[in-house]
């Protein structure tokens, strides 16, 4: 069973391009988590997704960042207009649907490294 | 707002002294809390985590962490350092899922990195 898979693994860009990371969830997991590590930094949440919807998206800059989890194929983070403050490592974790009271693991994906020149 | 705080960014110990690595959160009553590693370049590996059932946690690679609610403290050892476990370590709680859902977000600490001295 193959981990969270993240690509690219590094993502060279330009200010003003677009970045677009995809995360591919566990098998039979249909939550997605994205986080941003700035550098010497812990992770900082950002959205929270199920299929085709978005639960929480209070970590999410106002501008220029979307997300997007469709209900076939990976989840989408989109950073368009980029700029240097973007350079950083960006997670992504997926996890199970279970019952409310039960507790449900984050695997995390190995993250892609995103530098803006 | 939660928040979890370790205290010290940078830990050394020498090659088979105990490990301390300090963790306070900040919920009343956390759902769960956890400690992960990361070591250079690569994502995040769960060592431990508390679910509310017995209040010493025991993880991978022998570190174990002990929750202490009178102290808001959920810190992490292991008797004896080996070299392997240098690398970055991550104190985190869960946040409180929202309406409708059952999973919530992973608040972290700012971490601390463990270096090992032969």
């Known amino acids: 069973n193959a981990g969270v898979m993240q690509n690219p693994r590094h993502l060279v860009r330009r200010r003003g391009q677009e970045a677009r990371l995809r995360c591919s969830p566990m098998k039979g997991h249909s939550h997605v988590y994205w986080y941003r590590q700035l550098p010497e930094e812990g992770l900082k949440f950002m959205v929270y997704?199920?299929?085709?919807?978005?639960?929480?998206e209070s970590g999410m800059p106002k501008e220029r960042f979307s997300a997007e989890f469709p209900k076939e194929g990976p989840s989408i983070l989109r950073i368009q207009q980029v700029v240097r403050g973007d350079s950083a490592a960006y997670f992504c974790?997926?996890?199970?649907?279970?019952?409310?009271?039960?507790?449900?693991?984050?695997?995390f994906g190995p993250g892609t490294r995103l530098t803006v020149l | 707002a939660q928040s979890v705080t370790q205290l010290g960014s940078h830990v050394s110990v020498s090659e088979g002294a105990l490990v301390l690595l300090r963790c306070n959160y900040s919920s009343s009553v956390p759902p769960y809390l956890f400690w992960y590693v990361q070591y250079p370049n690569q994502g995040l590996q769960l060592l431990l985590k508390?679910?509310?059932?017995?209040?010493l946690v025991k993880g991978i690679n022998g570190f174990e962490a002990e929750f202490k609610k009178s102290e808001t403290s959920f810190h992490l050892t292991k008797p004896s350092a080996h070299m392997s476990d240098a690398a970055e370590y991550f104190c985190a709680e869960s946040g409180w899922p929202r309406r409708g859902s059952s999973a919530s977000k992973i608040i972290f600490g700012s971490g601390t990195r463990l270096s090992i001295r032969p």
């Open positions: 974790a997926s996890s199970q649907v279970s019952g409310l009271s039960s507790y449900n693991e984050q695997f």
């Open positions: 997704l199920q299929k085709e919807n978005i639960i929480d």
């Open positions: 508390y679910t509310s059932a017995a209040t």
